[in-house]
């Protein structure tokens, strides 16, 4: 009587433990807020601000010189010409355009990047919730698997005092139900740490639950790999990056305009003025030539990553398909052939057992055969769903 006390107050504490109440989150809510959270976005986001902030600058003009000179200066007179100097280079039109686009490039590629920053950040947040969804149901079938075993064990004791049977069934229940305890609370221990990532993950000071189940699928499409895709967008705006460099390059030998202005004072005539015009010609070539041609090397290696890329992509979305259709196999088969049987085996060895028309092993072969596909089933549409979600990503769904 008193080992019954005990397992009967274990099994309340336990259930109390398993089932407390958090306020619940959508997936919606749940995304919203670890973008408003999320650092990484943050700092992409600021990036990009910085990127903008520079190609709106422009490219930096070369420095005015203002200075004073003096020619024909005789230190016993005092004579000579006097100047008040200002001089400007200018680049050629045609050079500013090519270092705007170097800009431009570079604010396309911070925005790539935060793009794909925000999609893995969805990936992070809705496989952690499938997770906490999955465990949350892992509970809910232990509890359930337990509350079956409750029943068996109320059985074996009625028959035993009625005499029908020795203590055997009812040892079995007793260490059956045991066993189911400490599964109910594995699957909550599981359960909590799920809910921990999650919500480490949305960064709240409140500790959210997840909203609904996990979606039941029957099907999937097979998308192809799309010219849009992000992984491969952010590839492509780091090639125009490169071949904006080459261009910027190639304005190296442009010339600049060399002008310059003169306030000048000569033997005591005041105000006189002098201009000079010209241009600055590299002389030496072969080094702008070098970084022209280094420049065309980085847009090949660029190039080439985009195509080893593509072949990774195309690799890893082959065999997502074949494993996400052998998922949805195994799902179908778990959900239209295997469950119904053992349903209805555990309704007919219930009655029968209670009748006394089978044996205790009997009932409980076909309770554990109940949990263990109830378990396959739940295992199998998770897989399905993380499988599903992760091919949308590298699809850039």
Excluded: C
């Excluded at 280079?89 to 355009?97: A, C, G, R, S, V």
């Excluded at 306030?263 to 030496?284: M, R």
């Excluded at 799902?331 to 119904?340: I, M, N, R, S, T």
Aim: hydrophobic content about 40%.
């Amino acid at each position: 009587m008193k080992r019954q006390s005990l397992i009967y107050i274990s099994f309340l504490f336990l259930s109390f433990q398993a089932f407390a109440q958090y306020p619940l989150i959508t997936l919606e809510g749940a995304l919203d807020m670890a973008h408003h959270n999320n650092t990484g976005l943050k700092s992409g986001k600021l990036l990009v601000d910085q990127k903008n902030k520079i190609a709106d600058a422009g490219i930096l003009r070369p420095p005015a010189q203002v200075y004073l000179s003096s020619e024909e200066f005789n230190f016993k007179n005092q004579t000579g010409v006097h100047s008040l100097n200002l001089q400007q280079n200018f680049y050629l039109p045609k050079t500013i355009e090519a270092q705007k686009k170097v800009f431009q490039s570079g604010v396309n590629v911070a925005e790539k990047q935060l793009d794909m920053t925000a999609r893995d950040l969805n990936l992070l947040v809705t496989s952690a919730y499938y997770k906490v969804m999955m465990t949350k149901k892992e509970k809910a079938l232990a509890k359930e698997n337990l509350d079956l075993y409750v029943d068996f064990l109320n059985i074996t004791k009625s028959q035993l005092d009625a005499g029908e049977t020795g203590k055997i069934p009812k040892l079995a229940a007793r260490s059956r139900l045991g066993q189911a305890q400490m599964a109910l609370d594995h699957s909550n221990e599981q359960y909590q740490i799920a809910l921990s990532l999650f919500n480490q993950i949305l960064r709240s000071d409140i500790v959210y639950d997840v909203a609904g189940e996990l979606p039941t699928v029957s099907s999937f499409s097979y998308d192809d790999i799309v010219p849009e895709n992000p992984h491969l967008q952010i590839q492509q705006a780091k090639i125009e990056m490169a071949s904006s460099k080459v261009k910027q390059q190639e304005t190296q030998l442009l010339p600049q305009i060399n002008s310059g202005l003169k306030l000048q004072t000569a033997n005591d005539k005041f105000p006189l003025f002098a201009y000079q015009l010209g241009v600055n010609v590299p002389l030496f070539k072969k080094a702008y030539r070098g970084q022209t041609e280094a420049a065309e090397i980085g847009v090949k290696i660029q190039q080439s990553k985009l195509e080893e890329s593509r072949n990774k992509l195309e690799l890893t979305i082959t065999e997502l398909r074949f494993r996400l259709q052998h998922a949805l196999h195994v799902l179908v088969y778990l959900q239209e052939e295997l469950a119904p049987i053992v349903n209805e085996q555990k309704e007919v060895n219930f009655l029968a057992y209670r009748e006394g028309e089978i044996r205790y092993l009997e009932y409980l072969d076909s309770l554990e055969q109940f949990a263990l596909v109830k378990k396959q089933y739940l295992t199998a549409l998770y897989e399905f769903n993380v499988l599903k979600l992760e091919l949308d990503y590298w699809l850039g769904n």
